[in-house]
């Protein structure tokens, strides 16, 4: 049961999830769900899995539609357009060994512990529902369509051989942009990197840009619902500074945003904050009507299209202004404030070592400004603040801070750094 977390379903193939378990999951899940669109991710286990599982939903008597390869965005979408319940098969940016589930209603993320819940309550019916094979990506690139005119933009693209891999070539040349594809065919194992848009990872993306002489490149994750970019001279550019870009350029008036945002976003628009994860974000836009929403790990919620989290969408956003701008990404990047922020984690394998670790270390800072307990502890201090919580999918403690400008940034950034003496191993 430890491949049940707290935002999805997830374990190494076959060690943890396995055929015979992705029945069992399939039949937790037909016990929710009577009518389900499915997709998979490109990994060696999700390919495994998928037929087991769809074998356990239709002994439950729900109606299949499996779509195929594709990216979680498209079983998200499938979900909200049809008012009904989607899953992909996939293990998103973990690395190539793993696969799992991620369920969504509504396009809204549903918790494990539901499935969990379901299978442990037995009673298998054993009755047989139905299956069809379709291809829901029109649909999908129906409402992408709505971006508008793209012409004479072009995108380096790296979606790291991911579930995203040709809809989003599809999708940019559908609006009539150039994409520049970098690792462009599927691939179980992401061309050997584990598959998170990241600086680390940008590097090829860089290059590519500086090369090509492109308008900016962006980099999807595993299953492509989250996107970092680089600009036209091939630097990275921070997901936060990125969060800006929209805020300002869309005309944003309001986001909800992770606990562990950059401030900064205050100067262009009312802002409310949630604790780290995709359900907070989902249903504080939905609930409360925010047009944007945001973390710091560059997932991007634009409400005005459903309210879950999509890579593609937003490159497609991101040509969309720099089309109707006329201005080089780098000119755009220049007018916005200089995002200083950073972070660490601590690993732990031991669940009660971290316990009193985050303990001490939230006493040590708890007397250094005001204090916010959304998500961990915030201590905001007079030029930017420390985060420190623990991550609801891994064993670790992650410390967070920023500041306003390079000076408080550098200063609070040694008072983070102080914080490693308490224990756990700095994990990459």
Do not use: W
């Not at 690139?141 to 709505?146: A, D, E, T």
């Not at 599927?186 to 050997?192: D, I, P, Q, S």
């Not at 500086?210 to 001279?233: C, M, P, T």
């Not at 009312?270 to 929403?293: H, Q, S």
């Amino acid at each position: 049961m430890d491949i049940f977390k707290e935002y999805d379903i997830r374990g190494i193939y076959p060690s943890e999830i396995d055929e015979d378990e992705a029945v069992l999951i399939g039949r937790g899940i037909g016990k929710l769900a009577k009518k389900i669109y499915v997709d998979n991710d490109t990994r060696k286990g999700s390919k495994a899995i998928n037929g087991p599982f769809i074998d356990g939903l239709l002994k439950e008597g729900a109606d299949v539609f499996d779509m195929g390869l594709g990216p979680v965005t498209l079983a998200a979408f499938a979900s909200f357009r049809e008012k009904t319940y989607g899953v992909s098969v996939t293990a998103s940016h973990n690395p190539a060994k793993y696969t799992g589930i991620l369920l969504y209603r509504n396009g809204l993320s549903v918790s494990p512990k539901l499935v969990k819940k379901a299978m442990l309550k037995g009673g298998l019916e054993n009755r047989k529902g139905r299956y069809e094979r379709i291809d829901y990506s029109g649909e999908y690139l129906n409402i992408l369509k709505k971006v508008g005119d793209l012409s004479n933009i072009n995108i380096g693209v790296d979606p790291m051989g991911g579930a995203g891999t040709k809809i989003v070539e599809e999708a940019l040349r559908m609006l009539n942009a150039k994409p520049f594809m970098l690792h462009s065919r599927f691939t179980e194992n992401f061309y050997g990197k584990v598959p998170e848009p990241s600086r680390g990872n940008s590097a090829e993306l860089m290059n590519f840009v500086r090369k090509n002489h492109l308008d900016f490149g962006v980099q999807l994750d595993g299953d492509a619902d989250r996107a970092v970019f680089v600009d036209d001279d091939g630097n990275f550019i921070d997901p936060m500074e990125t969060a800006l870009v929209f805020i300002k350029y869309l005309k944003i008036k309001s986001v909800i945003a992770a606990v562990s945002c950059s401030q900064k976003i205050e100067k262009y628009a009312k802002v409310e904050y949630v604790p780290v994860g995709r359900p907070f974000i989902e249903r504080a836009l939905v609930k409360k009507r925010f047009d944007f929403g945001v973390e710091s790990s560059a997932h991007y919620y634009f409400n005005r299209y459903y309210p879950f989290s999509d890579g593609i969408l937003a490159a497609l956003l991101m040509g969309k202004i720099l089309h109707d701008t006329k201005k080089r990404l780098r000119e755009i990047l220049s007018g916005l404030p200089k995002i200083y922020m950073n972070s660490f984690s601590l690993n732990f394998e031991d669940e009660n070592e971290r316990e009193k670790v985050i303990r001490k270390i939230e006493d040590e800072i708890i007397s250094k400004g005001k204090i916010s307990k959304i998500d961990g502890v915030k201590v905001f201090l007079s030029e930017g603040y420390i985060l420190v919580r623990k991550s609801n999918t891994e064993p670790l403690i992650r410390i967070m801070y920023e500041g306003k400008d390079k000076a408080s940034f550098e200063r609070i950034e040694r008072m983070a750094e102080g914080l490693k003496i308490y224990g756990g191993e700095l994990a990459g």
